[in-house]
């Protein structure tokens, strides 16, 4: 019961700043500058079929092929520096450089390099979601008190051992963080790449409709882009509940 009550405030928050669209949005009236809330919602039920069984696959397809790349490149690249403190000079900087570099920039040439196929956007993805990954998790392994290292050394720990007994429990925390910063930027990139070259996918359709001047159809792929990072976000919250249930304890 407290749960649910903790989402009120947001609820509300959320209905307010709606209502206000609405009212603004009438009072212009100009659709294809601003347009209202229920104009979105009509123009997603009306194209809800190519949305829902073309553009949304497309776009979701994007999603978990690039985020599933970030976590294994992400998490191997941190295990790898935390194990390592020459590993760890070669490529922290190199992570920390190809976060200067604009993606929009970049993504053209990713069309190039792979025309539209799906791996110019799956590149874009992994590009913005594998730095917080590998950061986090890296700082997550780093957690851990050398002083509790050594008295498990002391007690004839191996060195497997302090990894999935000590560091592997102090970084998952610091994982599913990183996760719920990944995820939303995840669904970003696929949209990015599709903008700017595909044949398919929510950013595709939002693109096309913007050269149509219709508004609603702009922010109709908007829309279910945020209702699925936040469906995202929950699944994570949900297995980072059942995996570190432990830190409730603390």
């Known amino acids: 019961m407290k ?29 294809y500058i601003l347009p209202s809330p229920t104009a979105i919602l009509q123009k997603i039920w009306t194209v809800r079929s190519v949305l829902l069984a073309v553009h949304l696959p ?3 397809l994007v999603t978990v092929i690039g985020l599933g790349i970030s976590i294994v490149l992400g998490t ?49 993805t992994v590009l913005i979601t594998f730095f917080p990954i590998a950061v986090n998790t890296y700082d997550g392994l780093r957690s851990v008190k050398k002083e509790w290292e050594e008295l498990l050394f002391t007690y004839g720990a191996s060195k497997r051992a302090l990894f999935f007994k000590l560091k592997l429990p102090a970084a998952l925390p610091y994982f599913f963080s990183a996760l719920k910063v990944a995820v939303p930027m995840s669904v970003i ?47 994570v919250s949900l297995l980072e509940k059942k995996w570190i249930h432990w830190r409730n304890h603390l």
């Open 58 to 60: 497309a776009t979701l």
């Open 189 to 235: 990139g696929a949209a990015i790449g599709e903008w700017l070259g595909a044949q398919a996918g929510l950013g595709y359709f939002s693109k096309r409709m913007m050269t149509q001047l219709d508004g609603a159809g702009v922010f109709a792929p908007i829309v279910l882009l945020s209702l699925l990072a936040m469906l995202f976000v929950g699944i």
């Open 76 to 124: 191997g690249l941190a295990v790898l520096m935390s194990a390592s403190k020459w590993m760890e000079s070669i490529f922290y900087p190199l992570l920390v450089a190809s976060q200067t570099i604009p993606t929009t920039a970049l993504a053209p040439l990713f069309v190039l390099w792979f025309g539209y196929s799906i791996w110019s956007k799956v590149v874009v």
């Open 3 to 31: 749960r649910t009550l903790t989402h009120v405030p947001a609820v509300l928050t959320a209905l307010i700043l709606l209502a206000a669209w609405e009212a603004g949005a009438r009072w212009l009236d100009a659709m």
